[in-house]
């Protein structure tokens, strides 16, 4: 529930920041960095963070993520213990009011993860309780993104992004845990400083 009052405060709050401005055209080149809050990872228990530079007069984006979890309530998840990236991204259009964009991503990190362990259950037919044992499992990713960001103002925006790609377990034993190619879908809801 505190989630949710958090981000109705934070929407609201910047709707109003954006209505209170003066109504002078904004220049959006003029702030070529944003630091971004994915306040949609915290239903995750993940705070995650991103640094995105604008080169090529806006057009284009390097995105660095960073992400950490602050909580392991469950460890039949395979939630992301600790993640970084980079993010390549195009904005076909620049920079303006509403804008759309599309790009390529990967990240390295490690998940919470693990594997059943029941010593006779090939012979006795699950009579015995599987046992679990958690690890942490490093993984890489790779996935095509799509998003749209809306800027309030000079030094503030909000953005949401999609993402589809692949992603691979490494350096794990193949036989209690899978290291193959896996689909991966990725989602950020972000609120951002521009400066």
Avoid: W
Avoid at 34 to 51: K, T
Avoid at 80 to 91: A, F, P
């Amino acid at each position: 529930m505190k989630k949710v009052k958090l981000l109705f405060v934070v929407l609201t709050s910047s709707i109003y920041v954006s209505i209170a401005q003066d109504k002078v055209p904004v220049d959006y080149l003029s702030t070529k960095n944003i630091m971004s809050f994915n306040y949609g990872d915290l239903i995750a228990n993940r705070v995650a963070i991103a640094y995105e530079r604008l080169l090529l007069k806006g057009k284009l984006g390097l995105k660095i993520p960073l992400a950490v979890t602050f909580v392991n309530d469950n460890y039949y998840s395979e939630k992301s213990k600790m993640q970084g990236g980079l993010d390549v991204n195009y904005y076909p259009f620049g920079q303006q009011k509403l804008s759309y964009y599309t790009g390529i991503g990967s990240k390295i990190g490690q998940r919470y993860g693990g594997y059943g362990y029941c010593p006779n259950c090939y012979y006795i037919h699950l009579a015995e309780p599987l046992y679990y044992s958690p690890q942490n499992v490093p993984f890489i990713s790779a996935h095509v993104n799509n998003g749209v960001q809306f800027i309030f103002n000079k030094h503030f925006s909000v953005s949401g992004q999609f993402g589809i790609g692949v992603i691979k377990n490494i350096n794990q034993d193949t036989y209690y845990y899978d290291t193959g190619l896996r689909s991966n879908v990725t989602g950020e809801l972000n609120a951002s400083f521009r400066f």
